[in-house]
């Protein structure tokens, strides 16, 4: 059906849409006179199906030409024809591509909702309500985009920067070479421009094309059309709003400031080793558990200075005839036991008895 080659096309009436009272949108749709794209995009909405069909089924591009049949007859279409027939401008660049990328940059800010530039390969929800409708404008009735039309490609972006900063184009070519694009096979253009060909077609001498059809109210902009675009916008803007989780922030780690000049000191994995002389610690301990406490002898109070010539000389734990030796075997089993950390007696064992070491045995 040729009604796919216009499902999405955007037709403007610009006496309708200026006399809105929305300074935005009536800055845009000037701005779009001033460009030279409304004798393209205004011109009369006349759709002959049975032609389109027979047109997009037998073109071809002939050394820059468009060459088709319709209705039997063949049809030619040249550049030159293509621009007269719309009044499209021929001076200024001829690809969009050549627009400079200061202009560009100008353009992101300006169409932004925020102020901030937009990024292309985002969403048109970055930009404000009357620059969307133009994004809309330019991928379905200028690029004729294939898709989705929510994001923002570099080309439809570089359609609208002509457009909003006044870059002076070659429309002519430009749209001229959009179609050769459409028409030839193995490119991602959609069918389109059916109202313009539809124009084109009903010029040519000799051709009876047979009755019209009626090209779709709703796809044409008037003030009522862009009224209800608005409300739409604003109603999911609004929905969007209510199902949106809040965010919610996350804890800030407390982290104490480190000086930059003091060096970081790394960890280092200690791993326990087993002590090499555990086997002469487990004889030890047995040495520990059969010897036998001393008995601390507790010291006698110091009498007063003046008595002192009246009390005995105090007694000496080591006398002086004993072997030095075996003092020094005595005190080295103290200084062990009082290394060691106690040691733990199970129930079930009998208590050891603890008796009295006396420093005068001579074994000792």
Not at 108 to 122: A, K, N, Q, R, Y
């Given at each position: 059906?040729?009604?796919?080659?216009?499902?999405?096309?955007?037709?403007?009436?610009?006496?309708?849409?200026?006399?809105?009272?929305?300074?935005?949108?009536?800055?845009?749709?000037?701005?779009?006179?001033?460009?030279?794209?409304?004798g393209?995009?205004?011109?009369?909405?006349?759709?002959?199906?049975?032609?389109?069909?027979?047109?997009?089924?037998?073109?071809?591009?002939?050394?820059?030409?468009?060459?088709?049949?319709?209705?039997?007859?063949?049809?030619?279409?040249?550049?030159?024809?293509?621009?007269?027939?719309?009044?499209?401008?021929?001076?200024?660049?001829?690809?969009?591509?050549?627009?400079?990328?200061?202009?560009?940059?100008?353009a992101?800010?300006?169409?932004?909702?925020?102020?901030?530039?937009?990024?292309?390969?985002?969403l048109?929800?970055?930009?404000?309500?009357?620059?969307?409708?133009l994004?809309?404008?330019?991928?379905?009735?200028?690029?004729?985009?294939?898709?989705?039309?929510?994001?923002?490609?570099?080309?439809?972006?570089?359609?609208m920067t002509?457009?909003?900063?006044k870059?002076?184009?070659?429309?002519?070519?430009?749209?001229?070479?959009?179609?050769k694009?459409?028409?030839?096979?193995?490119?991602?253009?959609?069918?389109?421009?059916a109202?313009?060909?539809?124009?084109?077609?009903?010029?040519?001498?000799?051709l009876?094309?047979?009755?019209?059809?009626?090209?779709?109210?709703?796809?044409?902009?008037t003030?009522?059309?862009?009224?209800?675009?608005?409300?739409?916008?604003?109603?999911?803007?609004?929905?969007?709003?209510?199902?949106?989780?809040k965010?919610?922030?996350?804890?800030?780690?407390?982290?104490?400031?480190?000086p930059?000049?003091?060096?970081?000191?790394?960890?280092?994995?200690?791993?326990?080793?087993?002590?090499?002389?555990?086997?002469?610690?487990?004889?030890?301990?047995?040495?520990a558990?059969?010897?036998?406490?001393?008995?601390?002898?507790?010291?006698?109070?110091?009498?007063?200075?003046?008595?002192?010539?009246?009390?005995?000389?105090?007694?000496?734990?080591?006398?002086?005839?004993?072997?030095?030796e075996?003092?020094?075997?005595?005190?080295?089993?103290?200084?062990?036991?009082?290394?060691?950390?106690?040691?733990?007696?199970?129930?079930?064992?009998?208590?050891?008895?603890?008796?009295?070491?006396?420093?005068?045995?001579?074994?000792?």
């Open positions: 059906m040729a009604s796919s080659f216009y499902s999405n096309t955007q037709h403007i009436d610009f006496a309708s849409v200026l006399a809105m009272n929305d300074p935005g949108m009536v800055s845009m749709f000037q701005a779009l006179i001033a460009s030279g794209l409304e393209f995009l205004g011109c009369t909405t006349v759709v002959y199906e049975t032609a389109l069909v027979d047109f997009f089924e037998n073109v071809s591009v002939r050394d820059g030409v468009i060459i088709s049949t319709a209705v039997g007859q063949l049809v030619e279409i040249s550049e030159e024809w293509f621009a007269e027939m719309f009044e499209l401008p021929v001076d200024g660049l001829a690809d969009v591509s050549e627009i400079p990328k200061d202009k560009i940059f100008d992101s800010s300006i169409v932004s909702m925020t102020g901030d530039p937009v990024i292309l390969s985002g048109k929800s970055q930009m404000k309500i009357h620059y969307r409708l994004c809309d404008i330019m991928a379905k009735s200028i690029s004729v985009k294939a898709g989705s039309f929510n994001a923002i490609t570099v080309e439809k972006f570089s359609l002509a457009v909003v900063c870059v002076k184009m070659n429309w002519g070519r430009v749209l001229f070479g959009i179609l694009m459409m028409v030839t096979s193995g490119t991602k253009k959609a069918k389109g421009f109202i313009q060909i539809s124009l084109l077609l009903a010029n040519v001498p000799n009876e094309l047979g009755e019209s059809s009626e090209f779709p109210s709703s796809n044409i902009l003030k009522k059309t862009v009224h209800r675009y608005i409300a739409v916008i604003d109603k999911s803007g609004a929905q969007d709003a209510d199902v949106a989780p965010a919610t922030k996350a804890p800030k780690k407390c982290t104490a400031a480190v930059a000049d003091v060096p970081v000191v790394k960890r280092k994995r200690t791993t326990k080793k087993k002590d090499s002389s555990s086997k002469d610690n487990l004889e030890l301990m047995a040495v558990q059969e010897a036998v406490p001393i008995q601390m002898i507790e010291g006698s109070t110091a009498p007063a200075a003046d008595d002192t010539a009246d009390q005995p000389a105090a007694v000496d734990a080591f006398p002086a005839d004993r072997p030095a075996e003092i020094e075997s005595v005190e080295r089993v103290v200084e062990q036991l009082a290394a060691e950390p106690a040691v733990q007696v199970p129930a079930e064992e009998p208590a050891v008895e603890v008796s009295r070491v006396n420093f005068d045995d001579p074994e000792l």
